[in-house]
């Protein structure tokens, strides 16, 4: 089993900045890709972003391009999310997921959930 936690959410006024960590443990060598998904009120969660371990395989969702910048530091397992320029339509749930499937990252398809954290965008 691989875990998932994710740590860095918070409030922040339009035009901040936040960076989302995602440090998973247990049996990361089963996971071969890292995301983001997100899911705001009354809606449907939606693609952010991906990246394989080694780093050389990054997409985007389009909303968040030139915005969003997402790496992996393979040493401490973990995923990061550096959002700037934020907007208050980027207020929502932000989850970490893991697959040994890239694909199924940009899908929502995935595997392994982190329990979510709130970022908030006030205008």
């Known amino acids: 089993q691989v875990q998932l936690v994710e740590s860095g959410g918070g409030l922040v006024q339009a035009g901040g900045s936040l960076r989302l960590s995602c440090t998973a443990s247990g049996r990361t060598f089963s996971t071969s890709a890292m995301g983001w998904l997100r899911q705001a009120p009354g809606q449907e969660r939606e693609f952010v972003a991906a990246?394989?371990?080694?780093?050389?395989?990054?997409y985007y969702a389009d909303s968040i391009k030139g915005r969003f910048t997402v790496s992996s530091d393979n040493a401490k397992n973990t995923v990061f999310l550096q959002m700037n320029s934020l907007k208050p339509e980027d207020t929502a749930v932000y989850y970490c997921?893991?697959?040994?499937?890239?694909?199924?990252?940009?899908?929502?398809?995935?595997?392994?959930w982190g329990q979510g954290t709130q970022v908030t965008v006030s205008s």
């Open positions: 990246i394989n371990w080694s780093g050389n395989r990054i």
């Open positions: 997921a893991a697959d040994s499937i890239f694909q199924r990252i940009i899908s929502g398809e995935c595997g392994i």
